[in-house]
């Protein structure tokens, strides 16, 4: 089982900031936080990935709690073309640890002109 | 520089038949996963190969097996196809470095429909 939790969707202007929240109550100390967006029936995109501080790239912002039991992704300026589901997903980096990611339903991103 | 690119993007098969899918990944990348996405889902994890062997592999029956080649690419063999097989299988490449993180990458991924 997913080890986040996401809601199930969100709406969000275009031109504006898209807040997506995740919970990951369960974290241990050496797994991160990803995040991956897949727009309608193509393969899943990466975003970006985070293990406690927060983390930046042209696509998005990842802001982890100082707690690590949560985090926000933030597209700072959303247009209509990052309408898609985002996943939030939890992971052990490369150790001998498991190779796969663990996909919930993720949060549904609707961007309105 | 090529993503992942996978073949053939779509693909219709009836009940018993056997299907292969194949998969080229990132260039630099040596390791493929294969995930399997039903409609309204997230993907599911099947396998994962590094070094032509099986490294992992998630709650997939024996009728699912794989290869990787050489030249890091890979195949995904499903038989005995059901009509539950029909799903979106993806592949995702990345590159098992003995130091941090592996970031996979993924494909297009192939549209199987099972009738």
């Known amino acids: 089982d997913a080890k986040t939790t996401q809601p199930t969707s969100m709406d969000c202007a275009e031109g504006r900031a898209a807040n997506l929240p995740c919970n990951h109550s369960t974290i241990s100390g050496n797994e991160y936080v990803y995040w991956y967006r897949q727009i309608h029936s193509q393969g899943p995109q990466y975003i970006i990935h985070?293990?406690?501080n927060n983390e930046t790239n042209e696509m998005a912002s990842l802001i982890i709690t100082e707690d690590r039991k949560s985090s926000t992704l933030i597209l700072p300026h959303a247009t209509l073309r990052d309408t898609a589901v985002y996943y939030c997903i939890v992971r052990v980096g490369y150790g001998g640890s498991q190779g796969n990611l663990i996909f919930g339903k993720g949060t549904k991103l609707s961007v309105k002109p | 520089d090529a993503g992942v690119t996978q073949s053939p993007t779509h693909l219709i098969k009836t009940r018993g038949q056997q299907v292969t899918l194949r998969c080229s990944p990132k260039?630099?990348?040596?390791?493929v996963s294969w995930y399997q996405q039903a409609l309204g889902q997230g993907p599911q994890f099947i396998f994962q190969?590094?070094?032509?062997?099986?490294?992992q592999r998630g709650n997939f029956p024996d009728r699912f097996s794989g290869h990787q080649f050489p030249n890091y690419s890979s195949e995904l063999n499903v038989n005995a196809l059901l009509l539950g097989d029909s799903a979106l299988y993806l592949c995702?490449?990345?590159?098992?470095?003995?130091?941090?993180?592996?970031?996979?990458?993924f494909g297009p991924g192939t549209r199987l429909l099972v009738l």
């Open positions: 985070g293990l406690k």
């Open positions: 190969y590094y070094e032509e062997e099986e490294r």
């Open positions: 995702a490449s990345s590159l098992l470095g003995l130091a941090g993180l592996e970031t996979q990458y």
């Open positions: 260039s630099g990348h040596d390791t």
